[in-house]
């Protein structure tokens, strides 16, 4: 008999309201609420952990010099400089992942989000020749690079990504000084391991439909197998799931709205990287490559009649484009990092532009079901490069694209996990070798093989009933035990693999 072919109609979609009511879970350390907003995070090239962690808590250290009632802080008039030291991965790649700059611009009060990046080379070019900072672009200090701006090779002890900031006095004494990490997607924590928010000047988290309540999320979830309870025991799917959780902070317009701008950003990055010509930043000059191969596949489409596997160059094309634009510092959205951020909008434009019936509900489902099994990772495992290798980056967007992919073609939840832990299993152990220390080889390329490993998990999965051997849980801890085995060099320090045997021109 043959075997059933994998579900071609549109699944149906996420349902806001729960039919039963919500299964207790045991709360484990793990069950801090995370949301989908978490992962994927408007921001800028190239790298989330290397430019957008460190530009959010350079600004949030700026913030803190500030003299408040109730706030410990010098304040403006007793602060004339700030020293600013790297340690471990950020020191090791910092120059080439762009963190020199993002910490100027953090300094000066430039937030991910909403920074121009056509404006961020001026303003670099302008403290550079200065050699003059505003903090938060209102109290100017004399900044040195080469004396302010330090890279150490230790590390701290926290996190491979390290950072310590300390406010000069007029004799150059400390007055106020603080570590933070950089843990992986933008994520930054302090030395206390909390959280640290990218608190905007009138002190709320994240622009636009922020949260309006911090109430517990009614299906909470800290493991795959959590997560499968949930869903069988109330008959949501993932996506309603995480719709409903979503919904105890944001309304659900604003949950809706956002995910549809998160779309919106990842397809304007494609479209630029399908158009931007000339050579990527750095020693290599890395000619881009999107648009030629845009080009070539939009003028030969006999050809695409003819090629059955020729949907795959269109998947390269999408995944190489947005990480052209990482690369080139240009806007992106982490997904959940910079420099794995071509995976998963390669998949949602495969699913757009290649699957029959494909909606906008679906796009919202396809985010809402990434970020769940996202949510797994960021709880037990770790989205960077510096702590378990690539197997962090692109293999965690892998898993999330897999699964996704997997719920909007109509997949079980079973499936869906069954897909994403698919993505996980044939990424585990891999390194993190970039050559010299820049966001493009081999990151670019491997977008293109994660997206296209992304769809064939999705179909593997939905071929089968959702019964497999291994868990999503299983493959999550054989990661981090990977990533733990993984000598450093292979970790985001470009002191081994790829990164040692690739000659930069
Ligand atoms: S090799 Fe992977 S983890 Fe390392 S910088 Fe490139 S995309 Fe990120």
Redesign the pocket.
Known sequence: MPARAPPRTVHAPSTPAPRRPPMPVAASPSDAFVSVFDLFKIGIGP?SSHTVGPMIAARQFARRLQAAPGRAAPGWSAVHGVRAELFGSLSATGLGHGTDRAVLLGLAGYEPDTVDPEAIAPAIAAIRATQQLALLGQHPIRFVEKDHLLMRRKSLPLHPNGMRFAALGADGEELLAAEFYSVGGGFVIDAAGTRVLNETAEGTAPAGDAPVSTAAPPYPFGSGAELLAQCAASGLSIAGLMAANEAARRSPEAVRRQLLAIWQTMAGCVARGCSATGHLPGRMQLRRRAAELKSSLSSHPEAALRDPLSMLDWVNLYAMAVNEENAAGGRVVTAP?N??AGVIPAVLHYYRNFIPGATEQGIVDFLLTAGAIGILYKKNASLS?AEV??Q???GVACSMAAGALAAVLGGTPAQVENAAEIGMEHNLGMT???VGGL?QI??IE?NAMGAIKAINAARLALRGDGRHEVSLDQVIRTMVQTGADMKSRYK?TSRGGLAVNVIEC
């Open positions: 790298s990092t420099g794995a490069g290798g690539c962090g980056e692109v993190c070798d970039p966001v081999p990151c491997r985001e």
